[in-house]
């Protein structure tokens, strides 16, 4: 299933006279192969359309939905008629806008009672012809199945490799024209200078943190207040990243208000849960990672098909370490299982990590989550401001 690089949907299969696309229901952008735009398209403009492509330099913009690699961009319009559709000279397709396509002089469809050349190609082949056709047929699948499943790092960038290698989670996306985060930013901001100034005081974790036994203190402030406190600069480095990462897309998605209210929902979950399994802890909790959670699982939810890069080491000599790119809804279940086998080291005492804070800040998203799904199909609930 190919995902949109541009909103993050996947894309669904089409039929036409012409043949199979596929379509972004969101942005309304079409996947559409060189072969359907040589049926589809007038031959004088297919011909100098092809030329284009083939003196369209290096790819520099949003990566091919099918095997991310950049695509090239070719101008075919004039000055009055702007047309600069993106192409993949590697999978032979273009990536055309609603505006792109009315733009696009095409030909009649085909007759729905004239059968497609395709269609009858093989039936009008000689035995030994017909098969070693079909065995042609069958290494292409093959060989696009395999270009679709393997994944070319060479188009990111030297930083963030060294980020996906030293364990952090990178997007393979392009968003150079996505809005700036101004909150997001801004929050990470604040709680690193607010982080920085704690860590002058050592006590900073029992004035702020939440101590399940003291769950009222401060008339229950520090349900949200250890969100800004954290143990060192690798912890605090770590949940920043993340808050960055994936909360600037969510704001993007719901607008500011609506990540605030999912993190503060988040953070107050996690600390309930937290209470719930030991009531009589005295151990402060701090850190973001029970408000990012719920960030997490909203963006998990609500871009499935987008890519997340990890980094995999060699495994006894079976496996060479590279660079691996998974769906967002796989990198999500993968975490949780995470959680889950992490609350019984916690509650056995084994772990600092409070990982109890992470599955209420999941059980707070995934809440979220369908209240704003509710609201986006006819509900109440306001989410954005």
Known sequence: MFSCPSCGQNLTRKQSGYGVFWA??????????????RRTLEEAFFIRFSQEIRNSGEGRR???????????????????????????????????????????????????AQPEPEASTLSNLPPEAARLAALHEVELISERAKRENQFDASHLPYWQKALAIIGLPIQDEDRTSSPFPWFTAGLVLTTTAASIYFFRD?????????????FDRYGGLTFFSNFFVHGGWGHLFGNMYFLFIFGRVVEEKIGWYGLLALLALSTAFGNVLTLCFDPLSDIPHIG???????VLLFYGFA??????????????????????????????????????????????????????SHLGGLGAGLFFWILWKWKNSGGLVKVEG
């Open 62 to 112: 949003t990566a091919c939905p099918t095997c991310s690699k950049p695509m090239n961009q070719v101008s075919l319009g004039t000055v009055n008629v702007p047309l600069d559709p993106l192409v993949c000279k590697k999978c032979n397709v273009a990536w055309l806008s609603l505006g792109e396509r009315a733009a696009l002089p095409i030909q009649p469809p085909p007759s729905p």
């Open 202 to 214: 050592r006590r900073s974790p029992d004035y702020y943190g939440f101590i399940p036994r003291e």
């Open 288 to 294: 973001a990672s029970g408000g990012i959670a719920g």
């Open 303 to 356: 871009f499935p098909g987008k890519k997340i890069v990890f980094f995999m080491g060699g495994t006894y000599g079976l496996m060479m370490p590279r660079l691996i790119r998974i769906p967002a809804w796989a990198a999500l279940l993968l975490w949780v299982i995470l959680q889950i086998f992490g609350i019984s080291f916690q509650t056995a005492g084994m772990s600092t990590i409070s990982y109890s």
């Open 24 to 37: 972004c229901e969101g942005c309304g952008h079409w996947l559409i192969g060189f072969s359907i735009l």
